[in-house]
């Protein structure tokens, strides 16, 4: 049975958007295991009282381990279009793939995953695109991430099918995770 994961954000003591990470852990036993009875994320983890940490729960029917691990961002100027066919609609333990991808193509800083024509993710994170008025990230990412969640309720992004040809239409691309929260990134380039 392969893990799962959770990566929740801890900084100063303070748990970033459980209920987000709340949701799709239950969603996905429920999903997977057909395991409804809950298990409250907020009783399982003690927060680190001061610093930025990265809380990694594995879990499948059950919680196999969690983590707390100092966190240091990634600095992401240099981004590659990779087209890849892959499933990735829960978020498994196993990166094995992206890894892979982020080896091959070493010489980048991330990938942008195309899939069927039309962008999804980076290997780590949801993105989003600006038009000039509006923030909008791919309809169809490869996993619906719980600060993308986040920032769709608040109607802070819309949904909307991109195509790298589309990328002319953009003045600014954004990086989301529970990490690095939402980050424009100023100096990039994407090939």
Not at 8 to 34: C, M, P, T, W
Not at 54 to 76: A, F, G, Q, T, V
Not at 126 to 144: C, M, Q, R, V
Request: with cysteine; net charge positive; proline share 4%.
């Amino acid at each position: 049975m392969p893990l799962l994961l959770e990566t929740i954000k801890i900084e100063d003591g303070k748990v970033s958007n459980l209920s987000y990470h709340q949701a799709r852990f239950d969603k996905s036993r429920k999903d997977l295991f057909a395991i409804s009875k809950r298990i409250d994320l907020n009783t399982v983890i003690t927060a680190p009282k001061s610093g930025l940490y990265r809380c990694r729960i594995l879990y499948d029917k059950i919680i196999r381990s969690i983590e707390y691990i100092p966190y240091k961002e990634k600095n992401i100027t240099k981004l590659k279009i990779v087209p890849l066919a892959i499933d990735y609609t829960y978020k498994y333990a196993n990166r094995e793939t992206f890894t892979k991808l982020l080896q091959a193509y070493s010489t980048y800083d991330e990938i942008i995953i195309e899939k069927e024509g039309y962008l999804t993710d980076t290997t780590i994170s949801n993105i989003a695109f600006y038009d000039g008025e509006k923030w909008l990230t791919p309809s169809h990412p490869l996993l619906p991430g719980t600060m993308r969640a986040k920032l769709l309720n608040e109607g802070f992004l819309h949904k909307k099918e991109i195509k790298k040809e589309d990328l002319k239409n953009y003045s600014q691309i954004a990086l989301m995770n529970s990490m690095i929260g939402f980050k424009i990134l100023n100096n990039f380039t994407i090939e």
